[in-house]
């Protein structure tokens, strides 16, 4: 689990909320990293090749057309996009592209998913030949009222190295625990969306991941992963990468380069390691 800056309200857009869990440069609203795309960017390459990394390039939205792409393709654009690079060298043959889709489940709709899982995006990204391929559903839950909770035991003894020769014997054990309120909501659709994904029949290589963003009561918002589902996410090369589809990438950063992908951000890899 993780935390946002509370900033990501209940009705944004896919391109908000798309915008926001890539705000790596602004660690003051932002305190996250690149935890939710560790597994894709890293795994494929191991360690030895990520340690060739210095950062990552980064762009959102990028249209087909931006890559040189034929119009009529599938998807019209790519959600997210990696570029690995170390000084002016580029790891194009390594990129990473997400297809994100936003799913909103509440209380009389636990159970509600997507009409479109993000199927036909997924494979356009396999056909188009990306080396690394990512769905991404991120799951905004409506908050559920007092009623609508469940509750959990929360222990009462603090932390520490044990009770020492003068501390006060602890209170009976039925006091060392209280209940609170758990919103159970989100934990729930991310199990959910995480089960659709898997059984939809993607193939091996295509990293599946799923994480809410829920609103704590301090302002701020928890980000949490499917723990179970936790193998999915890596994915690995797609047998179908194409040295076209690099020539393209190559051209597309020379023209876009500056506009598309101002800055870079450091790839904190030895928080992976």
């Given at each position: 689990?993780?935390?946002?800056?509370?900033?990501?309200?209940?009705?944004?857009?896919?391109?908000?909320?798309?915008?926001?869990?890539?705000?790596?440069?602004?660690?003051?609203?932002?305190?996250?990293?690149?935890?939710?795309?560790?597994?894709?960017?890293?795994?494929?390459?191991?360690?030895?090749?990520?340690?060739?990394?210095?950062?990552?390039?980064?762009?959102?939205?990028?249209?087909?057309?931006?890559?040189?792409?034929?119009?009529?393709?599938?998807?019209?654009?790519y959600d997210i996009m990696f570029i690995p690079y170390s000084g002016d060298h580029l790891f194009y043959d390594r990129t990473a592209v997400y297809e994100v889709k936003i799913v909103r489940p509440n209380f009389k709709h636990p159970?509600?998913?997507?009409?479109?899982?993000?199927?036909?995006?997924?494979?356009?990204?396999?056909?188009?030949?990306?080396?690394?391929?990512?769905?991404?559903?991120?799951?905004?839950?409506?908050?559920?009222?007092?009623?609508?909770?469940?509750?959990?035991?929360?222990?009462?003894?603090?932390?520490?190295?044990?009770?020492?020769?003068?501390?006060?014997?602890?209170?009976?054990?039925?006091?060392?625990?209280?209940?609170?309120?758990?919103?159970?909501?989100?934990?729930?659709?991310?199990?959910?969306?995480?089960?659709?994904?898997?059984?939809?029949?993607?193939?091996?290589?295509?990293?599946?991941?799923?994480?809410?963003?829920?609103?704590?009561?301090?302002?701020?918002?928890?980000?949490?992963?499917?723990?179970?589902?936790?193998?999915y996410r890596s994915g690995y090369f797609n047998p179908n990468k194409s040295k076209e589809l690099i020539e393209c990438l190559k051209k597309h950063f020379k023209q876009y380069g500056e506009s598309r992908y101002p800055g870079s951000?450091?790839?904190?890899?030895?928080?992976?390691?």
């Amino acid at each position: 689990m993780g935390t946002f800056a509370g900033f990501v309200p209940q009705d944004s857009d896919e391109r908000k909320i798309i915008e926001k869990i890539t705000s790596f440069k602004d660690k003051d609203k932002y305190s996250h990293d690149l935890i939710h795309f560790y597994n894709l960017l890293f795994d494929p390459v191991r360690i030895d090749g990520v340690e060739q990394y210095e950062g990552f390039y980064l762009a959102t939205n990028v249209l087909r057309k931006e890559v040189g792409l034929t119009r009529e393709g599938r998807p019209g654009d790519y959600d997210i996009m990696f570029i690995p690079y170390s000084g002016d060298h580029l790891f194009y043959d390594r990129t990473a592209v997400y297809e994100v889709k936003i799913v909103r489940p509440n209380f009389k709709h636990p159970n509600k998913s997507l009409n479109s899982l993000g199927e036909t995006q997924v494979y356009g990204l396999l056909k188009d030949g990306f080396p690394l391929v990512g769905l991404l559903h991120i799951v905004i839950a409506d908050p559920l009222l007092p009623g609508q909770m469940s509750t959990i035991r929360v222990s009462k003894v603090p932390a520490g190295d044990g009770l020492k020769p003068n501390d006060p014997p602890l209170p009976p054990l039925e006091e060392l625990f209280e209940e609170e309120p758990l919103d159970w909501l989100p934990w729930y659709s991310v199990d959910k969306q995480m089960a659709r994904l898997i059984s939809a029949g993607f193939p091996k290589y295509v990293g599946l991941d799923a994480f809410s963003i829920s609103k704590n009561s301090d302002g701020t918002h928890s980000v949490m992963t499917s723990q179970e589902w936790r193998g999915y996410r890596s994915g690995y090369f797609n047998p179908n990468k194409s040295k076209e589809l690099i020539e393209c990438l190559k051209k597309h950063f020379k023209q876009y380069g500056e506009s598309r992908y101002p800055g870079s951000f450091e790839r904190r890899v030895e928080e992976k390691l």
